[in-house]
């Protein structure tokens, strides 16, 4: 699964490769606008930069609440159980089966976190990228309107998950799903009846993408948001009680 990850990474930075037709200037108006900063520990529940197909060739820059609300739900609670979708059956679920097919995303990240049962409770990892920068993770989204409004609809997503590559299998049986580049720009533009080829897309990473870092149970926490979330722990204590939300 995927419970928790980050976005440490500067947006001027990230965006230029998620959103090469933005101009610097259009990436600084909507960064401060919307007061993106360096996230340490991101959590079910809250608002995360994702990014979608938008109009003509250009990307869209969305800010979107993680847990998918389906546009038939009433109560937005039912997001906190569809912070992921399972890859293997997510062309079969009502919740997901449209957004497969119409509205996917791509949720920048630089690494997510793992617990790994030990005899002495969870150890937390955090698993990034090899060589450093950002990755992508495929999502889907949804607009609710019941709990938005027909102006400003709610919109939520979801990670797709896969079952775990040999470098992570230890510590969980699953991962989310991360796309290459040369795959985005065919995930994020849908294609009626093109269901199959996108499912092909969600496989394990590279079992040399990423690499696990032991990290302190801080992160089990998703009041502390702070880069001692990701230093390593060459001592870690027993872990706490985990707290996802």
Sequence with gaps: MCGRFTLKTPAASWTQDFLPLWTAEQVAAFAGEHAIAARYNIAPTQVVSCIRAGQSQTRDWALMRWGLVPSWATELSIGNRMINARSETVHEKRSFKSAL????CLIPTDGYFEWMKTESGKQPYWIHARTGGVLAMAGLWEQNEKLGSADRPLETFTVLTVA???????????????????????????????????????????????????????????????????EPDDHPAPPGQLDLF
Excluded at 165 to 183: C, K, Q, Y
């Design 101 to 104: 097919g119409k509205r996917r």
């Design 164 to 230: 775990a590559n040999e470098t992570t299998t230890a510590i969980h049986d699953r991962m989310p799903v991360f796309l290459s580049p040369g795959d985005w720009e065919a995930w994020l533009n849908p294609r009626p009846g093109d269901l199959e080829s996108m499912v092909d897309l969600l496989r394990p990473a590279a079992n040399d993408l990423l690499v696990p870092r032991v990290v302190s149970t801080r992160v089990n926490s998703p009041r502390h948001d702070d880069e001692q979330c990701i």
